[in-house]
């Protein structure tokens, strides 16, 4: 009897996976995302809009001011929905002289959650088309 306690305790245990556990198996992991790091690594004053495209990609905005100079804006949202639910069960049933006796024991337990985050990069270039200027803002709530 010692063993089978032992066993179902095992089961039981080895079962139960968090929260944590599923957000792990659904998370992207994209390492082509466009980040703050990126930004601070890669944009450099004095860099053609060429090098800038291939860096941060495509703009979302471009726009010029007074003196016809572009600035670009480089937009990014991103939500994250995790919906985990775990459970686990046991039941036992022992045979007996005069008939069946039956046990049971189940349970469940579930967690959501949300993330969001947004990055705006805006790169702002001279008359010839060159970096002259850069600034980002990150959040995540």
């Not at 305790?9 to 080895?14: G, P, Q």
């Not at 495209?53 to 572009?70: A, F, K, Y």
């Not at 046990?103 to 060159?130: C, H, N, P, W, Y």
């Amino acid at each position: 009897m010692k063993k089978t306690i032992t066993f179902v305790s095992m089961i039981l245990l080895t079962s139960c996976v968090t929260a944590q556990d599923h957000r792990a198996d659904v998370s992207n992991q994209d390492k082509d995302r466009l980040t703050v790091a990126a930004a601070q690594r890669e944009i450099r004053k004095g860099m053609s809009s060429a090098d800038v495209v291939g860096v941060l990609g495509s703009p979302n905005m471009v726009t010029t001011d007074e003196n016809r100079r572009e600035s670009w804006v480089y937009d990014k949202i991103s939500t994250e929905k995790v919906y985990s639910t775990s459970s686990g069960g046991l039941g036992l049933i022992f045979g007996g002289g005069a008939g069946l006796l039956g046990g049971g024991m189940s349970s469940g337990s579930g967690a959501a959650s949300t993330t969001q985050r947004t990055l705006t990069i805006i790169v702002k270039f001279d008359e010839a088309g060159k970096v002259r200027d850069y600034a980002y803002r990150s959040s995540s709530f």
